[in-house]
């Protein structure tokens, strides 16, 4: 049997920046366990937005750490994760604007660079944009985009330097437990024996913890993507944009196209082991209507692409991130929600000083506890945007 001090079930982002973390720290023995490849689950398909505008002070603390290593990867982790500043909108509805700038306030409070700014000042920076509905538009020059399958090979390079075993192909399919206590893992291709287990398996986390009498009201969901050639006389100044109004974000990919998401097509229940990695005609449809909206020039625009990736969404549509009750050495980064690429530094870096110290030590992660739905404290901002639980990738 082999042995291990940490088991990390799941090679997706998170899961790869804790293992990196760890092993940072001083932890020898960390073994990453990845049923497919790395990148398989929701991160390969990920739009990969950077930003830190958030309705919640707790996720843009997450955000803010993590964009410092987004900003200098190089350094902090290694090689290139693909980081482009070309800077986020944010645009609500006018009934909303208290709350833009509350959040605004908020996240200035917290260091981030961010105004708000007016549609003509919007219009400057991207002339092909068209936001004569709203009254105010967040601005956040640093935030951008990275590439998700490079962050998450760069942590597992880094990983791997500083010693981490890695085990791909191979699947956990239990969590072992003596009493209250963690033992180890089975996998596919034997035991392997571990006091400390990291569940950071996406959309197929409940698997794992209910066979342990853990349920945590996780529910798979499918978060879709469309690509869409720019016209000719489209701005090549295209910024990142996160679209309330139109439940719709937007990034550039490629050097001459715009990908979109657009809220409305995400699907709760998907089953993680069987979905459509394309979408459907009505979805590209929807997206390029939405796109129009926001940039009329796009509207005859050439799809060039699509795809499917499926995530995990918890009842409050925020991460949950916790040593997981009554279990000693059971941790779980779980339910992203579609929003848990661009926290993943900060969120791998909180739970290795959880496991080699004791606890959190950058990030209260208190807010992320496991334990806040039968508290009946369900997580809601008091500066949404009027968004409900279904509001996912972005
Ligand atoms: C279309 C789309 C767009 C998105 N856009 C954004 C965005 O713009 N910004 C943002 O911040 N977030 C975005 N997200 C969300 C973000 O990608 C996810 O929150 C993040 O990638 C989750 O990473 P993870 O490591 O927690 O999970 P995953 O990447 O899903 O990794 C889980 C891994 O665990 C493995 N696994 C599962 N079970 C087992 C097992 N039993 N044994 C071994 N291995 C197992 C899986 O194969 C998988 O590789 C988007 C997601 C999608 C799908």
């Not at 699947?171 to 209250?180: A, C, F, H, P």
């Not at 996406?202 to 853990?214: D, F, R, S, T, V």
């Amino acid at each position: 049997m082999e042995t291990a001090d940490v088991v990390v079930i799941g090679g997706g982002v998170n899961g790869l920046s804790a293992a990196f973390h760890l092993a940072k720290a001083g932890v020898k023995k960390v073994t990453v366990v990845e049923w497919h490849h790395l990148g398989a689950g929701a991160t390969g398909k990920s739009g990969a937005l950077v930003r830190t505008h958030y309705s919640n002070e707790h996720e843009t603390k997450l955000a803010v750490e993590s964009l410092k290593y987004f900003e200098h990867w190089g350094d902090l982790v290694g090689g290139d994760c693909g980081f482009k500043k070309v800077g986020l909108l944010v645009l609500a509805t006018s009934e909303f604007n208290s709350h833009l700038q509350a959040n605004v306030n908020m996240h200035r409070s917290l260091g981030v660079n961010t105004h708000l700014i007016t549609p003509k000042e919007a219009y400057e920076l991207d002339p092909s944009l068209k936001c004569d509905d709203v009254s105010w538009v967040a601005y956040e020059p640093d935030s951008g985009y990275a590439d998700p399958n490079t962050t998450a090979f760069t942590f597992a390079h880094a990983a791997r330097d500083l010693g981490v075993n890695f085990e791909l192909d191979t699947k956990v399919t239990e969590i072992r437990t003596s009493g209250n206590t963690v033992t180890g893992v089975a996998t596919t291709r034997g035991n392997i024996k571990s006091p400390l287990v990291l569940v950071a398996a996406g959309a197929w986390a409940n698997e794992l913890l209910e066979p342990l009498n853990i349920k945590l009201g996780l529910v798979p969901g499918l978060a879709r993507v469309t690509l869409f050639r720019w016209p000719p006389d489209r701005s090549s100044r295209h910024l990142t944009y996160l679209d309330r109004v139109n439940q719709s974000w937007m990034r550039p990919e490629g050097g001459n196209c715009t990908l979109i998401g657009a809220e409305s097509g995400v699907h709760h229940g998907a089953n993680p082991y069987q979905f459509s990695e394309s979408v459907p005609q009505e979805y590209i449809d929807l997206c390029r209507e939405k796109l129009a909206r926001r940039f009329p020039v796009m509207r005859h625009s050439s799809m060039r692409g699509n795809w499917a990736g499926i995530l995990m969404v918890s009842p409050d549509s925020k991460p949950i991130i916790d040593q997981l009750q009554p279990y000693d050495g059971l941790f779980c980064i779980a339910g992203d929600s579609g929003t848990s690429f661009k926290t993943s530094p900060a969120i791998g870096k909180c739970v290795a000083e959880w496991i080699t110290q004791g606890k959190p030590i950058t990030v209260d992660l208190t807010p992320f506890r496991a334990t806040r739905f039968s508290e009946g404290e369900l997580w809601i901002d008091e500066n949404d945007y009027g968004l409900h639980r279904g509001t996912i990738s972005r």
